[in-house]
């Protein structure tokens, strides 16, 4: 009745409600009952089968697998596996237990690569446990707690069969307060390369060990004789020092068999760091480097890793060959720059490592080829091309040797692409590592039981592995290198190798070429800009008497603007083109002008100086300074509207250049002068300054010449004066001085003289004729030689001798 009236819409009361849902509670009871013991009896069924109930909880344990000894074992070798189990769940896991279970033989490649995405996945096959005394066990897994584990058990317990590969699963089993039934909470599928004997037919295998890196050095150098190298930043003394990744790469590669591929860049910049060499910092300063021992130190290290090893020298600052073909061939003079670096590489690695270095190989970044990037790479005359399966792909249910022609006596050589990636992403893990190593082997054991034929595989990895990456590319290329199923081969003998008759030789176009790598090349504005600072660079040598100071850091810094390291670094590369272009502005401003103020000319001639200023420390010629008149009717320049002269400039000195002009007419007249090139090219900016002219007209000259003639005629005079009456006091004193020695004479003969005068008394003349008061006076009277011997003067016009 009750059910009925609430079906009808009527109201229930909150005392019927309550026993209706206690109601439906107690009804349900049995039910629910039923259902929690379903599967506690059939708890087989939950491990074995892993039950929707199980699957609810996948994953909740961590299994990493860290390390698996040895990597591919034979007859009578113990494998031992370590690793972690962590509980990431909320709940304590207990009675659980580690067990190592093996699945069958993995037939393709590519079931390896499937295994590989699901290596964790609780709904993928485990395989048999090996069970019995090779397991490890744990009372108590707390959430959030990791405890190691180690099992080793015989290869013959495995019960392994025929040649090949085989999964390896680590799982752990145990019971939660939520499912207490033993299920497995977590697994780690791994691979293990099973070759007990010597292979009949061996796969060649060349490994690429390269040796790249970033773009550390600009232009810039010092001022200096010795031109002390400016490094952009000390990234490069960390990779070299010990423990860096340049340091592992040399150290870890030292006694495999692999061929070295190495930037010259790299060497140089090194070589550079063994002397003296600065570091810029912020605000256009720098700091002297204190690497230099840590780059001989890596320098001889190299020299002995790569000692009868086979060297490939990239072309100088490894140029990003798909950049230039798809964006740089239209700019004139980009083709140009790969081939100098292509040049410079051979000569740069044998004067530092002392080892003749094969230039005949290119590389494209990841491998990636088209026509252009074809055409392009042996433009400068390599004649081998190192691409990847993935861009050179096969149809064929094998893999073919790598080395096959493509038109024009061109071979591509293709490396292995799933074994060239092994080794990429994040493996500071040691469980990440482990399983890249096994992943490694297991291909390429498979790949050598897809036929009965000997076959040559390259594998090409990144180009700048980290730290990580190169420790566990070395154990890898260590165990394949200690296998049974290949052997080492040069990069170049698998170039020679005879190429697969079914192996693709058709280069995919160009619109195959990966979208992801087009978006990271350098652009046209790129090239553009190189093209600019080659042209500057052009201009400003010729002028120059030491042209290798300038000429070989800035060609080498242009080919480092080029560089496959720019890639994913657009800002970075922006910045650094900009700084090269900005340095080279700089140094040809050292050759300029000084600016000049307006000059004034007085007359119809005149000379103008002009000032030449040299900052550079080297010394400048093959100049020309042409200074020109605007106004060649009011002013001209040497005869005509403008003259040159040939100028050369000692380094950090200045030179003034004389002009010889003549003006027509008053009034200003606008000057140009200008620095060129012997081929005619201005050369620095020009200078501009006015002349005012001020010519003087023909009276002004006649009244300035007569005033002229005035006062020399004046000075002339006094001259004549004065020269005349010296000569005539000359003449007085040679009479008195005779009428003296005339007086001594007859003093000495009488004792008296004739007429004696009164004392004191002195004769004057009072009249012309000579006569005086007391008669006259002959003139060859003597003049008495003394004076009176009273004091009193001498009256008016008389004359005193002194």
């Given at each position: 009745?009750?059910?009925?009236?609430?079906?009808?819409?009527?109201?229930?009361?909150?005392?019927?409600?309550?026993?209706?849902?206690?109601?439906?509670?107690?009804?349900?009871?049995?039910?629910?009952?039923?259902?929690?013991?379903?599967?506690?009896?059939?708890?087989?069924?939950?491990?074995?089968?892993?039950?929707?109930?199980?699957?609810?909880?996948?994953?909740?344990?961590?299994?990493?697998?860290?390390?698996?000894?040895?990597?591919?074992?034979?007859?009578?070798?113990?494998?031992?596996?370590?690793?972690?189990?962590?509980?990431?769940?909320?709940?304590?896991?207990?009675?659980?237990?580690?067990?190592?279970?093996?699945?069958?033989?993995?037939?393709?490649?590519?079931?390896?690569?499937?295994?590989?995405?699901?290596?964790?996945?609780?709904?993928?096959?485990?395989?048999?446990?090996?069970?019995?005394?090779?397991?490890?066990?744990?009372?108590?897994?707390?959430?959030?707690?990791?405890?190691?584990?180690?099992?080793?058990?015989?290869?013959?317990?495995?019960?392994?069969?025929?040649?090949?590969?085989?999964?390896?699963?680590?799982?752990?089993?145990?019971?939660?307060?939520?499912?207490?039934?033993?299920?497995?909470?977590?697994?780690?599928?791994?691979?293990?390369?099973?070759?007990?004997?010597?292979?009949?037919?061996?796969?060649?295998?060349?490994?690429?060990?390269?040796?790249?890196?970033?773009?550390?050095?600009?232009?810039?150098?010092?001022?200096?004789?010795?031109?002390?190298?400016?490094?952009?930043?000390?990234?490069?003394?960390?990779?070299?020092?010990?423990?860096?990744?340049?340091?592992?790469?040399?150290?870890?590669?030292?006694?495999?068999?692999?061929?070295?591929?190495?930037?010259?860049?790299?060497?140089?910049?090194?070589?550079?760091?063994?002397?003296?060499?600065?570091?810029?910092?912020?605000?256009?300063?720098?700091?002297?480097?204190?690497?230099?021992?840590?780059?001989?130190?890596?320098?001889?290290?190299?020299?002995?890793?790569?000692?009868?090893?086979?060297?490939?020298?990239?072309?100088?600052?490894?140029?990003?060959?798909?950049?230039?073909?798809?964006?740089?061939?239209?700019?004139?003079?980009?083709?140009?720059?790969?081939?100098?670096?292509?040049?410079?590489?051979?000569?740069?690695?044998?004067?530092?490592?002392?080892?003749?270095?094969?230039?005949?190989?290119?590389?494209?970044?990841?491998?990636?080829?088209?026509?252009?990037?074809?055409?392009?790479?042996?433009?400068?005359?390599?004649?081998?091309?190192?691409?990847?399966?993935?861009?050179?792909?096969?149809?064929?249910?094998?893999?073919?040797?790598?080395?096959?022609?493509?038109?024009?006596?061109?071979?591509?050589?293709?490396?292995?692409?799933?074994m060239s990636t092994a080794f990429q992403g994040n493996l500071t893990r040691?469980?990440?590592?482990?399983?890249?190593?096994?992943?490694?082997?297991?291909?390429?054991?498979?790949?050598?039981?897809?036929?009965?034929?000997?076959?040559?595989?390259?594998?090409?990895?990144?180009?700048?592995?980290?730290?990580?990456?190169?420790?566990?590319?070395?154990?890898?290329?260590?165990?394949?290198?200690?296998?049974?199923?290949?052997?080492?081969?040069?990069?170049?003998?698998?170039?020679?190798?005879?190429?697969?008759?079914?192996?693709?030789?058709?280069?995919?176009?160009?619109?195959?070429?990966?979208?992801?790598?087009?978006?990271?090349?350098?652009?046209?504005?790129?090239?553009?800009?190189?093209?600019?600072?080659?042209?500057?660079?052009?201009?400003?040598?010729?002028?120059?008497?030491?042209?290798?100071?300038?000429?070989?850091?800035?060609?080498?810094?242009?080919?480092?603007e080029m560089s496959t390291s720019w890639r994913g670094r657009g800002v970075?590369?922006?910045?650094?083109?900009?700084?090269?272009?900005?340095?080279?502005?700089?140094?040809?401003?050292?050759?300029?002008?000084?600016?000049?103020?307006?000059?004034?000319?007085?007359?119809?001639?005149?000379?103008?100086?002009?000032?030449?200023?040299?900052?550079?420390?080297?010394?400048?010629?093959?100049?020309?300074?042409?200074?020109?008149?605007?106004?060649?009717?009011?002013?001209?320049?040497?005869?005509?509207?403008?003259?040159?002269?040939?100028?050369?400039?000692?380094?950090?000195?200045?030179?003034?250049?004389?002009?010889?002009?003549?003006?027509?007419?008053?009034?200003?007249?606008?000057?140009?002068?200008?620095?060129?090139?012997?081929?005619?090219?201005?050369?620095?900016?020009?200078?501009?300054?006015?002349?005012?002219?001020?010519?003087?007209?023909?009276?002004?000259?006649?009244?300035?010449?007569?005033?002229?003639?005035?006062?020399?005629?004046?000075?002339?005079?006094?001259?004549?004066?004065?020269?005349?009456?010296?000569?005539?006091?000359?003449?007085?004193?040679?009479?008195?001085?005779?009428?003296?020695?005339?007086?001594?004479?007859?003093?000495?003969?009488?004792?008296?003289?004739?007429?004696?005068?009164?004392?004191?008394?002195?004769?004057?003349?009072?009249?012309?004729?000579?006569?005086?008061?007391?008669?006259?006076?002959?003139?060859?009277?003597?003049?008495?030689?003394?004076?009176?011997?009273?004091?009193?003067?001498?009256?008016?016009?008389?004359?005193?001798?002194?």
């Open positions: 009745m009750a059910e009925a009236a609430d079906f009808q819409g009527t109201s229930a009361s909150p005392a019927r409600r309550w026993l209706r849902r206690t109601g439906a509670l107690l009804a349900g009871a049995p039910l629910l009952a039923g259902l929690l013991q379903l599967p506690a009896a059939t708890p087989a069924d939950a491990a074995g089968q892993e039950s929707p109930q199980a699957a609810s909880s996948a994953g909740s344990v961590s299994v990493a697998v860290d390390s698996l000894s040895p990597t591919a074992p034979s007859e009578g070798d113990t494998i031992t596996v370590s690793g972690t189990v962590t509980n990431k769940g909320r709940q304590t896991v207990t009675g659980a237990h580690v067990d190592l279970q093996v699945g069958p033989p993995l037939e393709t490649r590519s079931a390896i690569d499937t295994l590989a995405k699901k290596s964790d996945d609780l709904q993928g096959p485990t395989g048999k446990k090996v069970g019995g005394k090779y397991s490890e066990k744990f009372p108590r897994l707390t959430p959030g707690v990791a405890q190691p584990f180690s099992i080793s058990v015989p290869a013959d317990k495995l019960d392994l069969g025929r040649d090949g590969v085989y999964q390896l699963a680590v799982a752990l089993s145990g019971e939660t307060a939520a499912q207490p039934w033993d299920q497995v909470l977590g697994v780690q599928r791994t691979f293990l390369p099973w070759q007990p004997e010597e292979a009949g037919t061996k796969t060649k295998t060349t490994f690429l060990w390269p040796l790249v890196s970033s773009a550390h050095m600009a232009a810039e150098t010092g001022s200096n004789e010795q031109q002390t190298p400016v490094f952009r930043d000390d990234e490069l003394a960390e990779e070299i020092a010990p423990g860096g990744r340049l340091d592992q790469m040399v150290s870890l590669g030292k006694g495999l068999d692999v061929t070295w591929v190495i930037d010259p860049d790299l060497l140089a910049s090194v070589d550079a760091m063994t002397g003296s060499y600065e570091v810029s910092g912020a605000n256009g300063t720098t700091t002297p480097g204190r690497s230099q021992e840590a780059a001989k130190h890596w320098l001889a290290e190299l020299q002995q890793a790569v000692t009868g090893e086979e060297v490939v020298a990239l072309p100088f600052g490894d140029p990003d060959l798909a950049s230039l073909a798809h964006n740089g061939t239209s700019v004139a003079g980009s083709l140009g720059h790969l081939k100098e670096a292509t040049t410079v590489a051979a000569e740069t690695v044998d004067t530092i490592l002392h080892v003749k270095p094969s230039t005949d190989f290119v590389w494209p970044v990841d491998g990636a080829i088209d026509p252009s990037i074809v055409k392009v790479a042996t433009s400068a005359g390599a004649d081998k091309v190192i691409a990847r399966g993935d861009s050179l792909q096969d149809n064929l249910s094998y893999t073919p040797s790598a080395a096959r022609p493509i038109g024009g006596g061109t071979t591509a050589v293709v490396a292995d692409s799933r040691a469980s990440a590592s482990t399983l890249a190593v096994q992943r490694f082997l297991a291909q390429s054991l498979t790949l050598g039981l897809q036929t009965g034929k000997q076959r040559s595989v390259v594998i090409a990895p990144q180009r700048m592995p980290s730290v990580s990456q190169a420790q566990t590319m070395a154990e890898a290329v260590a165990a394949l290198q200690d296998g049974n199923w290949s052997e080492s081969q040069d990069l170049a003998a698998a170039a020679k190798a005879k190429p697969d008759a079914s192996a693709n030789t058709k280069v995919p176009p160009t619109s195959a070429y990966p979208s992801s790598l087009r978006k990271q090349e350098l652009p046209r504005a790129a090239f553009e800009q190189i093209a600019r600072t080659q042209g500057k660079l052009d201009k400003f040598k010729v002028i120059l008497t030491i042209q290798a100071r300038v000429v070989t850091p800035f060609g080498r810094a242009m080919n480092r970075a590369a922006v910045g650094y083109r900009d700084g090269i272009e900005s340095y080279l502005d700089g140094l040809i401003d050292g050759v300029k002008l000084i600016q000049k103020s307006e000059t004034k000319l007085s007359g119809r001639s005149a000379t103008i100086p002009v000032t030449v200023q040299n900052n550079l420390v080297q010394g400048v010629e093959h100049l020309e300074l042409r200074l020109t008149s605007k106004n060649p009717t009011r002013l001209k320049i040497g005869g005509d509207a403008y003259e040159e002269q040939r100028v050369a400039v000692n380094g950090g000195h200045a030179q003034s250049v004389k002009f010889t002009t003549s003006a027509n007419a008053n009034g200003r007249a606008e000057v140009v002068a200008q620095l060129y090139t012997e081929d005619g090219q201005k050369y620095g900016a020009p200078v501009v300054f006015d002349v005012r002219v001020t010519e003087v007209t023909p009276t002004v000259m006649l009244v300035i010449g007569g005033g002229v003639l005035i006062l020399v005629l004046a000075g002339f005079r006094m001259y004549t004066q004065r020269k005349r009456a010296a000569a005539r006091e000359a003449a007085e004193d040679d009479d008195l001085a005779e009428a003296d020695d005339e007086d001594e004479g007859p003093r000495s003969r009488t004792d008296a003289p004739r007429n004696p005068q009164p004392s004191g008394t002195r004769l004057e003349q009072d009249n012309p004729d000579g006569s005086g008061a007391d008669g006259p006076q002959q003139p060859s009277d003597p003049a008495p030689d003394t004076a009176a011997e009273n004091a009193d003067p001498s009256g008016t016009g008389e004359r005193v001798d002194r």
